[in-house]
T-cell receptor
Framework: EPEVTQTPSHQVTQMGQEVILRCVPI?????FYWYRQILGQKVEFLVS????????KSEIFDDQFSVERPDGSNFTLKIRSTKLEDSAMYFC???????????FGQGTRLTVV | DAKTTQPPSMDCAEGRAANLPCNHS???????VYWYRQIHSQGPQYIIH???NNETNEMASLIITEDRKSSTLILPHATLRDTAVYYC????????????FGTGTRLQVTL
């Protein structure tokens, strides 16, 4: 069964460092998303991406965040200068059309120290 | 913020049907009802979605009332592996529409 894969599963970084979280969406999907979940809190939407453009972003997705689809298979989330409060599980998701279900990866646990 | 309301927790005996309710008091005509679940801190798992008709797949059934103000997710024969947090979400149709998660219902399936 096709699935969304995310790497790494866990990343520890020092405050102020840049991190790139990587995702390989399901191969024929065209719509991509990033969400995050701070420990014990709700899953929060960050950004959606289609046709090499951001479709929608939340207030959380400020200038420190960026997304890119550098090739035909990867979808990345970059955090330029990490803060302690960026520590969370980050989930990538993809869907084939805007009105079909989005499938989530297993997440990357980011720990900022 | 999430627009749906769900009970914070429910229990269900293994092998019995689990019926999880959701209120969609402000759902609009172009919004679908989606159900996801999250087991521990794993990625949310899609279960089922519908617009106004009842739906069934291999995982569950979805019952939507005629006025669409409430829905019920039915797991027909709950197992211990169905223990999870279940989320109902109103999702707008259109371009790359986001999912807005609430706090969900924590379903505990017991022996």
């Amino acid at each position: 069964e096709p699935e969304v894969t995310q790497t790494p599963s866990h990343q520890v970084t020092q405050m102020g460092q840049e991190v790139i979280l990587r995702c390989v969406p399901i191969s024929n999907h065209l719509y991509f998303y990033w969400y995050r979940q701070i420990l014990g809190q709700k899953v929060e939407f960050l950004v959606s991406f289609y046709n090499n453009e951001i479709s929608e972003k939340s207030e959380i997705f400020d200038d420190q965040f960026s997304v890119e689809r550098p090739d035909g298979s990867n979808f990345t989330l970059k955090i330029r200068s990490t803060k302690l409060e960026d520590s969370a599980m980050y989930f990538c998701a993809s869907s084939s059309t805007p009105n079909t279900e989005a499938f989530f990866g297993q997440g990357t646990r980011l720990t900022v120290v | 913020d999430a627009k749906t309301t769900q009970p914070p927790s429910m229990d269900c005996a293994e092998g019995r049907a689990a019926n999880l309710p959701c209120n969609h008091s402000t759902i609009s005509g172009n919004e679908y009802v989606y159900w996801y679940r999250q087991i521990h801190s794993q990625g949310p798992q899609y279960i089922i979605h519908g617009l106004k008709n009842n739906e069934t797949n291999e995982m569950a059934s979805l019952i939507i009332t005629e006025d669409r103000k409430s829905s019920t997710l039915i797991l027909p024969h709950a197992t211990l592996r169905d223990t999870a947090v279940y989320y109902c979400i109103d999702r707008r149709s259109g371009t790359a529409s986001k999912l807005t998660f609430g706090t969900g219902t924590r379903l505990q399936v017991t022996l």
